[in-house]
């Protein structure tokens, strides 16, 4: 079910200052730079940042997105294993839907589907 590792979201309550210091760090611009998101590719891979701290507390501001094939199927895989919603199915792109599960064991689970 999962392909590979594709994206990370940080959280981060001052975007634009978290723009400038990851790519002050990463010498890489943002190919997306929106007010609710920014998005650097990093040697193909997603590095996200996410401005909206909502029912988020310390220890949980980072996600690991799995690429997957059917994003439908593995949430519903997921939650047929135990894990519960925390983000349903959103799309957020053109092709591009997210998702966040939890683990029976308290940790989130990020999956992605591109369909670009």
Same mark, same amino acid.
């Given at each position: 079910?999962?392909? %590979?590792?594709?994206?990370?979201?940080?959280?981060?309550?001052?975007?634009?200052?978290?723009?400038?210091?990851?790519?002050?760090?990463?010498?890489?611009?943002?190919?997306?730079?929106? !007010?609710? +998101?920014?998005?650097? &590719?990093?040697?193909? +891979?997603?590095?996200?940042?996410? !401005?909206?701290?909502?029912?988020?507390?310390?220890?949980?501001?980072?996600?690991?997105?799995?690429?997957?094939? &059917?994003?439908?199927?593995?949430?519903?895989?997921?939650?047929? &294993?135990?894990? %519960?919603?925390?983000? !349903?199915?959103? %799309?957020? $792109?053109? $092709?591009?839907?997210?998702?966040?599960?939890?683990?029976?064991? $308290?940790? +989130?689970?990020?999956?992605?589907?591109?369909?670009?």
């Amino acid at each position: 079910m999962f392909k %590979k590792l594709r994206t990370i979201i940080y959280r981060t309550s001052d975007l634009q200052k978290a723009k400038k210091w990851y790519t002050k760090i990463t010498g890489v611009s943002p190919y997306f730079d929106e !007010p609710f +998101y920014v998005g650097f &590719n990093i040697n193909d +891979y997603e590095l996200g940042l996410d !401005p909206d701290l909502n029912n988020i507390s310390n220890g949980e501001r980072s996600v690991a997105y799995w690429l997957v094939d &059917n994003i439908k199927e593995a949430v519903n895989k997921l939650i047929a &294993n135990d894990a %519960k919603i925390i983000s !349903p199915i959103n %799309k957020v $792109g053109e $092709g591009i839907w997210v998702a966040v599960v939890e683990d029976p064991f $308290g940790n +989130y689970i990020g999956l992605i589907e591109e369909n670009l």
